[in-house]
């Protein structure tokens, strides 16, 4: 194979990214890594809805037709890579921009394969389909892809790579070598594997409600109802069904405890919390840092759980204040509307993004037209939301299972910022480059759920509908906050005592849930749901310790907000500018890039809460 000192790279854009470089011209060329890099535009029309699919990146390693089927179609790229000699620093950058796209191509493929699966959990194909790539593809690529980070490192150019992005990369390579060992694999695979039985069993899950077999998604639903015999019905039913399959996610969390563990301690760690804080890249802030967030959200959170409640329990006329009363309009006004289906909620969140700027509407114009949602709950469809970045084409997937609520509207809205941010990253030269901490990512998505609130008007046209919803929602983000602190500080526990048995585990649960929960809700008679709640929430199964990053970014998007309704046009400005950053500069200079501070000190959490406060008195 032939390789060449000057390379030029193909990377498809439409006439909406060209926007975003604010450059009238129908060609775009820069360099990077003293290569050539081509933006070429592949469709010509501009305007709201009149888009061509995008074509993937031009490859210019891998061949045009080049189809990922088993580890041999693979092994030579990896052992090319490996094996050529890197003699100069423009060497080293074509290698780094070869190994991308091979990795990159790697990644659309595991996306595909994991969206179908979790679209379809009762397709033994998908299912199949995915499992090999986790069992016989990947435990090869491990192993070659070490080696190749320890050829980098070991590289006496590296240190010639002076772009930001670059040295965010290879302190990423240092910390992967650091904590690779090649018996934590197989390791890695069998968490792979368990990790997808939560998401079938869950998806499983249906009730019989009014004679109809209906989704928790949408029984849920119905826990707004004015009726609160109805509510009390609906609540019961949904967790007696959860309890049927206690006993199997029991055994199955306790299962993924003993494999994190020993996989931490074979990398030379005393729990799997501190090889975590390592394997996720917190450089910025530490376990104890943590704790000081739990702390703050005790102290000046909870109080206003406390006051919502205390406010919905009077006004709902009640004696007591039950796990049912909770999702219902406190004015016991029937539940909102905002959409039919999952298409119209498609079309009111794009009018919606269109007033907030036309760009984000084109995003999920094009999501749209290369049908890359599903969007709606079915019996058979794993549980949650997500959206998946797929690097190649450069345009994501949105995954939700709504049921006409309100949260779905704000789960739609939430992953759209996700789709908008992995656009923006898309001419982002690496992959590197766009793979985002979690930190930045939820930013782009929880900042997006605040400011598209100034043209909720699509989605409730009646201006009493509309505070109502946007006082539901701000209320909402400000509960947020104790639940990330309630599910991150068990984590905490759970990783800090790994040997610790169901009894322990139930108590550590109500201890912590206690310290951050409403103090109002009478509890009564429901003891077996309580201890059980936590396992409701996916992320303690398939994605450890990835959960106070929604607490953090919740305090900077609330930040985002302020600064556009303080200057609507500058923030969005900012906001924007940050995300195209992708990971090419650190946590904090992205967040100072948005105009906000990477922040949870007490005196900062104070602040925002009181703008917050300031906003939902505005509604009253």
Known sequence: MQFFNQLKLYIPLTALELNTFHQPIMELKSLHFGIEIQFVVICSKIGYMN??????????????????????????????????EINSLQSLKIWLT??????????????????????????????????????????????????????????????????????ILLRALETNYKIFREENISIFTEIQTLQQQYGAICGAMSVVINGQEITLQQAGVLLQSVDRHEREVTYKTINERRLK?????????????????????NAGFDNFRDYMFVALGRYDYNAQDCFDFHAAIALEVKPLLNDFASSRKATLQLNTLRPWDLAVDPENK????????????????IKCFNKLDPFLAECLVIM????????????????????????????????????????????????????V??????????????SLTSEIAELASMSMELISMAHWDVFFTDAETLKRAKKSHLEH???????????????????????????ERTQAWNQVHSEFACDLVDWSGLQEFKDNVWQKQLHLYEVPFYYIEYGIAQLGAIAVWKNCQENPQEGLKKYLEALKLGYTVSIKEVYATAGVKFDFSIEHIQDLMKFVKAELDKLD
């Open 51 to 84: 888009h061509t699919p995008i074509l993937r990146r031009t490859r210019t390693y891998l061949p045009d037709d080049f189809v990922i089927q088993s580890w041999e179609t693979l092994k030579n790229f990896f052992e090319e890579l490996l094996n050529r």
């Open 98 to 167: 070869n190994r991308s796209e091979l990795e990159t191509a790697i990644s659309e493929e595991m996306g595909w394969r994991y969206i179908r699966m979790t679209c379809y959990t009762d397709n033994e194909a998908y299912r199949e389909a995915f499992n090999y790539m986790i069992t016989e593809i990947e435990p090869q690529i491990a192993p070659i892809s070490n080696k190749l980070d320890e050829k980098i490192l070991n590289s006496a150019y590296k240190n010639e790579l002076n772009y930001s992005g670059d040295k």
């Open 245 to 265: 399959d206690k006993p199997q996610l029991d055994e199955l969390y306790t299962k993924l405890i003993s494999l994190r563990q020993q996989i931490a301690k």
């Open 334 to 349: 029937p539940p909102l509307k905002p959409f039919i289906d999952g298409e119209d909620l498609l079309e009111k969140t």
């Open 368 to 419: 749209k037209n290369m049908k890359h949602l599903d969007l709606e709950s079915r019996k058979g469809k794993a549980p949650g939301g997500y959206n998946y970045p797929l690097d190649e084409i450069g345009i994501p997937f949105i995954f939700m299972n709504a049921a006409g609520t309100l949260q779905d509207t704000i789960t739609m809205l939430h992953e759209g910022g996700h789709a």
């Open 421 to 434: 941010h992995s656009i923006l990253t898309k001419p982002l030269a690496l992959n590197s480059y766009r």
């Open 477 to 503: 983000v400000i509960e947020t906050l104790p639940w990330v602190a309630t599910i991150d500080k068990f984590q905490h526990w759970v990783y800090e005592n790994p040997q610790h048995n169901l009894a």
